[in-house]
């Protein structure tokens, strides 16, 4: 899978998700795309909502929210116009992140918000966990036949099978399914990151993770459970406030979590039993058969004059039990290595 000239094979895919940690301040939010692609990440991403797009202006109970987030007791509609991003900035915001250097895509929200990202050619799409049963707008992104990124925070099997379903039913293959907590900030205990490899192999896509916890422990974990995404919130400066700074990074924990999981993208490696050069050298330190004591020729070997011992220049320990009660061809002196013409 591909992202622009980003091929995931090679890498992992290292998301800064802006969402709301812009304080409505266009400056903020172009210093927090040069933020995140000095921090490291391969992409930021945006959201593109207006809050009469993703909800409606109405007071009574079923729009307030209770969910046990840190958003409780708020209304909807004013949270999210508290947060989203204003969509005359897209097109400044996606040229600005080209031309340093950044993918800039973002998550929409109903179908007028992919027509605005469609005209800003973004190069991948986002759906969020909570629009992940919106089976007709994963369809008419998807029909955009660019990747598409699912977080399955909210998601049973089903769920997740029908999203799939949907992308290849309109001929998209580019699928990415990101394993997610939705709670906000998320407990470490809840990661369940074991799951990461299961998506991939029940639904043959590329997976990762999307991460709410505190802290860096659980998206480097995930590298060894094979993420080839990981996406984090970002926040240039947490006195900036907004709905989403508790649980974001800052630019140096960002990219202190980036310098983390490239280290352990390199420890991962490959499945390898080959001996290399250095490992054929060191070697030489394992244990071998000595001679420890004077031995004439003709004489019996014994545990008492030849051992397993370091380095490892002799005959392999696995012949000792085979070598005792046989003689000696020559004459051998202490601490020589034990050799087959050395034996009767």
Not at 138 to 160: E, F, W
Not at 226 to 232: D, L, S, V
């Amino acid at each position: 899978m591909k992202i622009g000239n980003f091929n995931l094979n090679d890498n992992i895919f290292i998301i800064a998700e802006m969402s709301a940690n812009h304080g409505k301040n266009i400056k903020i939010a172009l210093d927090t795309i040069y933020a995140a692609k000095e921090s490291g990440a391969n992409a930021i991403k945006i959201q593109t909502y207006t809050p009469d797009t993703i909800t409606i202006n109405c007071s009574n109970e079923y729009f307030k929210l209770k969910q046990g987030t840190i958003w409780d007791g708020k209304n909807l509609y004013e949270l999210y116009k508290e947060a989203y991003t204003p969509w005359e900035w897209h097109d400044e915001l996606k040229k600005y992140a080209d031309s340093i250097g950044i993918i800039l895509f973002s998550t929409p929200f109903d179908n007028s918000a992919v027509d605005l990202l469609e005209s800003i050619n973004v190069l991948a799409y986002k759906i969020a966990s909570f629009e992940i049963t919106d089976i007709p707008l994963i369809k008419y992104v998807a029909s955009k036949q660019k990747p598409i990124i699912i977080s399955t925070g909210i998601a049973n099997l089903d769920d997740i099978q029908n999203a799939v379903d949907t992308c290849r039913g309109v001929g998209n293959n580019n699928i990415a399914l990101l394993k997610c907590t939705s709670a906000y900030p998320a407990k470490i205990e809840d990661a369940n990151l074991k799951t990461i490899q299961n998506l991939k192999e029940t639904f043959n896509v590329v997976s990762g993770l999307s991460d709410h916890t505190l802290g860096i422990t659980v998206p480097i974990v995930s590298v060894a459970m094979g993420a080839r995404i990981i996406e984090k919130h970002f926040i240039l400066d947490k006195s900036i406030g907004g709905p989403d700074s508790s649980f974001s990074l800052n630019k140096d924990e960002f990219k202190l979590m980036v310098n983390s999981v490239r280290e352990a993208e390199k420890s991962v490696g490959e499945i390898d039993y080959k001996l290399t050069e250095q490992k054929l050298k060191s070697r030489e330190l394992s244990r071998s058969l000595f001679v420890v004591k004077d031995i004439k020729k003709g004489e019996i070997f014994t545990k008492d004059n030849i051992r397993s011992i370091r380095p490892g220049y002799g005959l392999p320990p696995k012949y000792y039990d085979e070598i005792i009660g046989k003689r000696a061809a020559n004459d051998i002196n202490r601490g020589l290595p034990l050799k087959w013409s050395d034996i009767i």
